[in-house]
């Protein structure tokens, strides 16, 4: 595992397997007025008005793109009021209400008792309040004293380290007080990577590239726990302004661990937050999974209706199936949304030798392949006579019972090779086109089932796969991972109309193209 360098000062970028270093900023909260309330409405009582600084909001919480607080309903702030150096209204709770407006238990009324009165608040409400009303900053020693929590998972220790005050404000036009509260802390938000598509096709789960997990979080040599915001999908965490320790994450991503290392934290100032996005941080996609879409090195789908000039150059496939099989999502229950066939093709043999002679079948070779999990498609040799209603999609762990036969294979003390070729294929195809881990099923032979389902899709195969600068489908012969008989597999030929044009019985020592399929 090893450690990464967060700069915050510029973007950067480091190619690092798959990882891109992450980028971050300082931003300073942003400004809207607020609308006084009507005369009739503040008529006979004072109406407060307390907002972060630089909006008037609707809740409590951290907006994901302005570092904004808003507020909730419920939520609590304290209001103080000074008059001629003396203390009038003491840490008298404040609630925030449906109406936008903040409200005591009981109405104060705009009386003689408050002209040239100055009103000071801040948020969150607590009964211990610190506040010296002789003091340029009355709120100061409270500020102070108020270090940020090492566990702010919470909403409640969260907010209650981001301690936020006004200024001075005096009553103003329909009795009105107006109290933009200021951040005294400062905040550290770190996006991990968590990229998911969510389809919009009736009972499809949604589809997670990239997702962090297993976070740990430290501060200097202590260990924190950040608070987690649903909404931007992002960890917020309160420092103090100009924090001198470094902020050291850990998380595993699809089984990999990496260790990031922010070295800039003391640059974020009070009121400023820094911004740290990993890996891409927080992406959800909406869209509707078609045939025709293209599939992505990296796991990402394209929809098939990008302009060409507009494709990634990293697209190995083509979506051609939506939906898998039970034996896929057995195997892996995320494997789940569709099928792809590779943008190119391979011409190989299937292994060294072909067809057994007599001798070889009295030796035991005659039906070897049924020790492996492997069976005769239909139990026939003639094309003729094949059933396709019989044929299954069973190209992923028809593939994996291949894999699985011994190199080299010995039996009654013959040696015979029907597998070299075939695990070299596969194995130079995976290393020229690296597939993400966890995410997908990685490369596989195709079944006889599994060409059907392709030839349903050739037209827009054709399309696809020549925008995307992949190679189309040939008229030829296909391997797929059915056999036939003893040292001859069955291959599939598209556009033929007769099953003795379309499915031809190959010796394992001859060639046919390959072309591989993927499950996601």
Not at 338 to 345: H, M, N, P, R, T
Not at 364 to 391: F, I, P, S
Not at 436 to 444: E, L, M, V
Request: proline residues 3%; negative net charge; contains cysteine.
């Amino acid at each position: 595992m090893m450690d990464y360098i967060l700069n915050k000062v510029k973007v950067c970028s480091m190619a690092m397997g798959l990882l891109a270093l992450a980028t971050a900023m300082l931003t300073s909260c942003g400004q809207e007025d607020f609308e006084a309330a009507t005369a009739e409405s503040a008529k006979g009582k004072l109406v407060f008005n307390i907002f972060d600084a630089n909006v008037a909001g609707t809740r409590a919480a951290t907006d994901g793109q302005t570092m904004i607080t808003t507020f909730n309903t419920s939520d609590q702030a304290g209001i103080y009021a000074v008059k001629n150096g003396q203390v009038i209204l003491e840490n008298v709770p404040l609630t925030y209400s449906a109406s936008g407006f903040w409200e005591a238990a009981e109405a104060i009324e705009a009386s003689d008792e408050f002209t040239g009165a100055k009103f000071y608040a801040y948020y969150p409400y607590r009964q211990n309040a610190q506040f010296n009303a002789s003091a340029a900053n009355p709120f100061a020693e409270m500020v102070t004293a108020t270090a940020p929590a090492k566990n702010q998972n919470q909403k409640a220790e969260y907010e209650y380290s981001d301690i936020m005050v006004t200024a001075a404000a005096s009553i103003g036009q329909y009795n009105t007080v107006s109290l933009p509260l200021a951040h005294q802390k400062a905040l550290v938000c770190v996006e991990l990577p968590n990229k998911s598509y969510i389809f919009d096709n009736a009972g499809m789960e949604p589809y997670v590239v990239a997702k962090a997990e297993n976070a740990k979080f430290k501060l200097g040599e202590t260990a924190i726990q950040p608070y987690f915001d649903e909404n931007s999908q992002s960890y917020r965490f309160i420092v103090e302004p100009g924090e001198a320790n470094d902020l050291t994450l850990s998380f595993t991503n699809n089984g990999v661990e990496r260790s990031y290392i922010a070295t800039t934290i003391s640059q974020i100032q009070a009121g400023q937050y820094g911004k740290y996005v990993v890996d891409g941080g927080a992406q959800l996609i909406n869209m509707t999974l078609q045939t025709g879409d293209f599939y992505c090195a990296d796991g990402s789908i394209i929809s098939k209706d990008t302009p060409a000039s507009e494709l990634p150059k990293n697209i190995v496939g083509v979506v051609f199936k939506i939906g898998t099989t039970d034996a896929i999502r057995n195997a892996n229950s995320n494997w789940s949304h569709g099928v792809v066939v590779a943008l190119s093709d391979k011409r190989g043999k299937w292994g060294e030798n072909a067809s057994t002679t007599s001798a070889q079948n009295n030796a035991g070779w005659r039906y070897w392949y049924k020790d492996y999990g492997l069976a005769d498609q239909n139990g026939v040799t003639n094309a003729a006579l094949l059933k396709e209603e019989l044929m299954a999609e069973e190209g992923y762990e028809t593939t994996k019972a291949w894999r699985a036969v011994p190199e080299p294979l010995a039996i009654g003390g013959i040696t015979l090779d029907y597998t070299t070729s075939m695990n070299a294929a596969i194995n130079d195809f995976s290393t020229a086109n690296p597939l993400p881990a966890a995410i997908c099923s990685g490369w596989y032979f195709p079944s006889l089932g599994d060409w059907q389902n392709l030839e349903k899709q050739l037209s827009t195969l054709s399309t696809q796969l020549k925008a995307a600068g992949g190679t189309d489908i040939r008229t030829d012969n296909h391997w797929s991972c059915n056999v036939r008989g003893a040292g001859s597999n069955w291959c599939y030929v598209v556009k033929k109309n007769t099953l003795a044009d379309r499915y031809k019985g190959v010796a394992c020592n001859n060639n046919a193209y390959y072309r591989f399929l993927l499950a996601f």
